[in-house]
C-alpha cells in the first residue's frame, strides 16, 4: 500500500539537512547546508524563520541548556539563533582547509558526533569525531569520503554510520557510558541500491530509517540490517529524516535541488522542500548536548 507524502514546508533549499524535531517547542529545524542557513517551522501557524550562517553548515543538535551546537565548515560551535551569536568549541582539523563537517548527532549521553568530509573532491580525507560535555574532542574514525547516517539503536547498545561514497552503513558495539566503539560491521551493503545512503533516524521499534540520496526513497531497515519497508518519495534526492509531531508518528524529510538541472526541477516542484508521511510507527525524541 502506497504512503502519503505531503509538502510540509515548501521551499527552495540547495542542500537541505538534519531535520530535528523539538519536543519541547512543537516545532522543526533543520539546516539548508549550501544556504548556509538553519531554519525553525511551527506547524501550527505556518511560519518559517531563517538565520543565517556564515559557512557551509554540516549539522546540528540541540543544547540541553538552550541553543544549538552547530558543526560549520571550520569546526564546532554553540549558536545562539535568537542574537545570532557564534562560540568556538572545537576546530579539530583547521589545518585542512578543503575539508568541512557534514552530518552529526547527539548520542543520548549528551556527547556530540559529527563527521568531516573535503569540500573539493570525493577522496578520503574525512573523519569521525566525538565532543564530550566537558568540550573534549576526540578522533574516532579515518578515511571517510562522506559522513552520514549517524544514529543509535533504543538501548543505545548499536551506533550506526554510513560514509556515502562507500555505499555501505556499518554498525558498531556501543558502550553508552563511555562513548567508545567495537565490534565494527556492515549493517547493510547498499550497492545494489538505486541511491546513496544519507541521513538517518530510528524509530521506536529499533529500526533504522535512511534517506536515499539519488534514490527517490526511504529505507527502513530492521535491526538485522534486512529491507523492511519502502516509501517512494517525489524528489531524487531526499537527505535526511527525524519524527516528530505530538506523538513521533510523522517522518519529516529534508530534500536538495542541488546539481539538478531545469528539466530535473520541472519534474520534481517539491525538490528542497520539507516533505511529511505517516509512517505507521513512531519515533523518539531526539537527544540534546549536555554541554
Not at 562560540?87 to 556527547?111: I, M
Not at 574532542?137 to 548499536?158: E, F, K
Request: net charge negative; with cysteine; charged share 25%.
Amino acid at each position: 500500500m502506497p504512503f502519503q507524502v505531503d509538502c510540509a514546508v515548501k521551499g527552495n533549499d540547495r542542500l537541505g539537512e538534519c531535520t530535528l524535531w523539538c519536543e519541547r517547542e512543537q516545532v522543526l529545524w533543520w539546516v539548508d547546508s549550501r544556504g548556509p542557513s538553519l531554519k525553525r517551522w511551527d506547524p501550527r501557524d505556518g511560519g518559517v524563520k531563517t538565520f543565517a550562517l556564515p559557512s557551509v553548515v554540516g549539522s546540528v543538535a540541540f543544547r540541553e541548556r538552550g541553543g544549538m551546537i552547530a558543526a560549520l565548515q571550520t569546526g564546532l560551535y554553540f549558536f545562539d539563533p535568537q542574537i545570532g551569536a557564534l562560540q568556538t568549541v572545537a576546530q579539530p582539523e583547521s589545518h585542512l582547509p578543503e575539508n568541512r563537517f557534514n552530518d552529526g548527532r547527539c548520542d543520548r549521553a549528551g556527547r556530540f558526533w559529527a563527521g568531516t568530509m573535503s569540500d573539493e573532491r570525493r577522496e578520503p580525507t574525512g573523519s569521525l569525531y566525538r565532543l564530550s560535555a566537558d568540550l573534549v574532542c576526540t578522533h574516532i574514525l579515518a578515511d571517510v569520503i562522506v559522513p552520514n547516517s549517524i544514529a543509535w539503536s533504543p538501548d543505545n547498545r548499536t551506533m550506526y554510520f554510513a560514509d556515502t561514497y562507500r555505499q555501505v552503513i556499518r554498525a558498531w558495539d556501543f558502550d553508552h557510558a563511555s562513548g567508545e566503539v567495537s565490534n565494527e560491521r556492515v549493517f547493510c551493503d547498499t550497492a545494489g541500491h538505486p541511491g546513496r545512503p544519507d541521513g538517518s533516524c530510528i524509530d521506536a521499534d529499533g529500526c533504522l530509517w535512511n534517506a536515499e540520496y539519488g534514490g527517490w526513497r526511504l529505507v527502513r531497515y530492521t535491526p538485522a540490517g534486512k529491507v523492511d519497508r519502502v516509501i517512494e518519495m517525489p524528489v531524487a534526492n531526499p537527505t535526511c529524516c527525524c519524527f516528530g509531531g505530538t506523538d513521533f508518528d510523522t517522518l519529516y524529510v529534508s530534500t536538495a535541488t542541488q546539481r539538478l538541472t531545469p528539466e530535473d526541477l520541472a519534474k520534481q516542484p517539491l525538490a528542497g522542500s520539507v516533505l511529511s508521511v505517516r509512517p505507521g510507527v513512531r519515533g523518539l525524541p531526539e537527544a540534546r548536548f549536555a554541554g
